[in-house]
């Protein structure tokens, strides 16, 4: 196990900046998660502690030394590829002992290896077996069982499950949050899925254009975001954006109000809110209650669709001031398109963005 710290690391390929300045602080045994869209630099980060991209400027530690100029094979880190990255010419067996036969480990202590790493995936039945035999989440075992061998200071994962069908990625996502519970070990693991961030993560870090937006507890992030990207990235449906005027600020509550929105007072969180300037209110589908009639609630408003999810039921509504929401309901409920609908929420569950909160 190691700590892992990054202080003013950039990356440039030319003249393009692709990570800018990130500082990023990983504790020794801690799982944390890069998360964002697609180009962000999260991937571009992780090789780059990995040793496979060189670091323009800053300083990368593990374990308490610099590693920028140390080759990947002396980093004390393990990596697990999207793309499994096991040769299909040899068994299970040989795949996971590969890195050790490349030492020259002797073959006693590579077979206890294999062995230890077999029973912590529960794959000893597949030892023998070559990778064209096994599953999608078989052959991702095979590929941490290869990094476990080799005893890390730290684990590197690169989008592991973005191959796997939904049910197997549940099942290998639930694995690997064991697997770091038997090892106690510090994983990074880097991906675009928030669920998997959210569920994974001791710390998340939020990157945009190969910047840090956040880092911290996914709960920290998801009941306080920063900004209005981590407040739309993360959370399921999206947290929904309604822009409001602001007819009032006075110790740190905000009076809000817009054509579909009544007048509810809601804290600024310290953000630089001022009044008569335009806001934007963020709540999650999940707050947003139906009132027990259409006049009732805060936000009024037409149903567009519906989708029930058995134990869930999503609403689309279409506002009065011709914006949207989602809603999201925990109960299975039948709401047609044109039905007339109040919407409820608890102030204090909402966020107030100044319109500079935009990264």
Do not use: W
């Not at 300045?21 to 504790?27: P, T």
């Not at 050790?100 to 290896?113: C, S």
């Not at 499950?161 to 690997?176: G, Q, T, V």
């Not at 589908?285 to 029930?308: C, D, F, I, N």
């Amino acid at each position: 196990m190691a700590r892992v710290s990054l202080k003013g690391v950039r990356k440039s390929f030319g003249t393009a900046d692709v990570i800018k300045g990130v500082d990023i602080e990983i504790e020794d045994g801690e799982f944390v998660v890069f998360v964002g869209p697609s180009g962000c630099g999260k991937s571009t980060l992780l090789r780059m502690i990995a040793g496979l991209e060189d670091i323009t400027d800053g300083t990368l530690e593990i374990g308490g030394r610099v590693v920028n100029d140390v080759a990947p094979k002396d980093r004390g880190i393990a990596m697990v590829f999207q793309t499994y990255a096991i040769f299909p010419h040899m068994t299970v067996r040989e795949n996971v002992a590969f890195g050790l036969t490349i030492k020259g480990v002797p073959k006693a202590e590579k077979a206890e290896k294999v062995a230890a790493a077999a029973r912590i995936l529960q794959m000893e039945h597949l030892l023998d077996r070559r990778p064209s035999q096994l599953s999608g989440g078989q052959r991702q075992r095979v590929a941490i069982g290869r990094a476990i061998v080799r005893d890390p200071a730290v684990f590197l994962f690169d989008e592991p499950l973005s191959n796997l069908d939904a049910a197997l990625r549940m099942d290998m996502r639930l694995e690997i949050g064991k697997l770091h519970q038997q090892l106690g070990a510090t994983m990074i693991y880097v991906t675009h899925d928030q669920v998997e961030a959210m569920t994974l993560a001791d710390k998340i870090v939020v990157l945009k254009d190969g910047k840090v937006m956040q880092a911290g507890s996914p709960m920290d992030l998801y009941h306080h975001p920063a900004n209005l990207f981590v407040a739309g990235f993360l959370g399921a449906p999206s947290m929904n954006f309604i822009s409001v005027d602001t007819r009032s600020v006075d110790n740190g509550l905000a009076m809000v109000a817009n054509a579909a929105l009544d007048p509810i007072e809601v804290a600024t969180t310290g953000r630089d809110i001022r009044t008569g300037s335009r806001a934007i209110l963020g709540v999650r589908p999940q707050y947003l209650v139906p009132s027990a009639t259409p006049a009732e609630g805060m936000l009024h408003g037409k149903v567009t669709l519906t989708e029930r999810l058995g134990a869930e039921t999503v609403v689309e509504v279409g506002l009065n001031d011709g914006s949207r929401v989602i809603a999201a309901f925990g109960e299975d409920r039948i709401l047609a398109p044109g039905t007339e609908i109040g919407l409820a929420f608890d102030p204090r569950q909402a966020h107030l963005f100044a319109e500079g909160d935009r990264p």
